[in-house]
């Protein structure tokens, strides 16, 4: 293999939490992250809960010099909150909204409002096609009955197909963002698995930032200790994630995290600790001699084969829990509808009687009546609303667990071709710095 461009890369992730009126000094806090980001030599920066479209051009004013291309995700209510600025020209963007993000009843949490999704970019680096993408899943409010389990599996799922689906012409991929997801949580799995990205903080030559790169911490006081229990010191739920391809290989030499407030600031950039990765790629030509280096015993393609059948068959249990839970709250709804609209028909049939009543004078209670009226209209128009909302949620889960079942047959499938047993025989293997992927050359 003979190198012929190396290049180096800084990519920068972080959730900005900008809520204005509830996140805690949020203009300061802005005009700390443009400083920051000006005076920084980052090449890509991913910003999420950028809520407000301000926000993003007022940043986009102050980085106009070192970072004059950028683009800002628009979805949902309030705005998908996902920016892009990069100092390398954006030639395409697209965004892909999930079809599943909570309840919008649950307006404490907002996730729903947000309208998460997933927003791609793509740029050239030097001669490389670079597919970028910055994502934001639903969080987790409860680690022991988290109810949005099967939504966050189910974005997991939608985000690897984005990618993988997408990124067929990309010489290198990068994922960043806030996935609410522990390292060894199922979506997580699923989604570096199936795509074969690799996490920055595992491969990173050299470190330096919060013990196990944890990105919420105890130590930030934005921080609610509370919600970490029960993880006291912190956890790791935001993620810089790559990938090379045939012409591309990818190695992390350097990364960090912020730690809390910053120097010379009375408090951090966001309750969310920032990320820093250093990529070197490194492109070449491929040779007969590299190829047979690529070569990998079938034995260990089987086994990642395997694993994946397992992990997607963990998910595919996990969203039919999900599909029982909306069953029962589309079946408790239409119930409670009937039950309004009986008392709806049964105060008609009462009111109906003084007008029945031929020549009976007697005094009707119309206040009443009406009250009781837009109680019975306001419970038949929640439970409508609710039963549509149902029925759309369970539409989108059977859709993915269909999709599960396919990939988990298709799997079972490519497993059962695998030889028991040829070491004479291999199989060529992806380029060194990318990890296997399940649907890879056979």
Not at 37 to 61: A, R
Not at 168 to 187: F, K, R, W, Y
Not at 339 to 352: D, P, R, S, V
Not at 415 to 429: K, T, V
Request: hydrophobic content about 40%.
């Amino acid at each position: 293999m003979v190198n012929a461009e190396s290049v180096s890369v800084r990519v920068f992730s972080l959730n900005c939490w900008g809520i204005h009126y509830i996140s805690r000094h949020c203009s300061q806090r802005y005009a700390m992250i443009g400083e920051m980001l000006c005076k920084e030599e980052h090449d890509i920066v991913l910003l999420q809960e950028v809520w407000s479209e301000k926000d993003y051009l007022s940043l986009k004013k102050k980085l106009a010099c070192s970072h004059p291309h950028s683009h800002y995700f628009k979805s949902g209510v309030i705005g998908s909150g996902l920016a892009i600025f990069s100092k390398h020209r954006i030639h395409d963007t697209f965004l892909y909204r999930y079809s599943v993000n909570g309840y919008p009843y649950m307006a404490h949490h907002g996730d729903w409002f947000g309208g998460k999704a997933v927003g791609m970019a793509v740029l050239n680096i030097g001669s490389l096609t670079a597919n970028v993408y910055v994502t934001h899943l639903h969080a987790e409010y409860c680690r022991d009955k988290d109810p949005y389990l099967p939504h966050r599996v189910v974005q997991a799922w939608e985000l690897q197909q984005f990618i993988r689906y997408t990124s067929t012409e990309a010489d290198l991929v990068i994922l960043g963002g806030d996935l609410n997801m522990h390292p060894q949580d199922l979506g997580n799995r699923l989604l570096r698995t199936y795509t074969g990205l690799r996490d920055s903080y595992l491969e990173t030559a050299k470190f330096d930032g919060c013990e196990d790169g944890m990105t919420l911490i105890a130590d930030n006081p934005f921080i609610c200790k509370k919600e970490l229990v029960p993880f006291e010191k912190g956890i790791r739920i935001d993620y810089i994630l790559f990938k090379g391809s045939s012409k591309v290989d990818i190695c992390c030499d350097f990364m960090s995290t912020t730690k809390g407030s910053v120097p010379d600031h009375p408090f951090p950039y966001s309750d969310h600790e920032a990320l820093t990765t250093e990529l070197r790629l490194e492109t070449h030509t491929p040779t007969e001699a590299r190829l047979d280096k690529q070569s990998k015993n079938q034995d260990s393609a089987a086994g990642e084969v395997a694993k994946l059948v397992d992990i997607v068959t963990e998910a595919r249990t996990e969203v039919k829990v999900g599909l029982h839970c909306a069953e029962r709250m589309r079946y408790t709804a239409t119930r409670t509808g009937v039950m309004g609209l009986a008392l709806l028909i049964l105060e008609l049939a009462i009111a109906a009687v003084p007008w029945l009543a031929l020549g009976a004078e007697q005094p009707f209670p119309c206040t009443s009546f009406y009250l009781l009226a837009a109680l019975c209209f306001a419970i038949l128009l929640t439970t409508s609303l609710l039963y549509i909302f149902y029925t759309m949620e369970l539409k989108s889960l059977q859709g993915a667990e269909d999709q599960m079942r396919l990939a988990v047959g298709s799997l079972q499938e490519k497993l059962r071709g695998f030889p028991l047993a040829q070491p004479h025989n291999p199989q060529r293997r992806p380029p060194e710095g990318q990890e296997p992927s399940a649907f890879g050359p056979k």
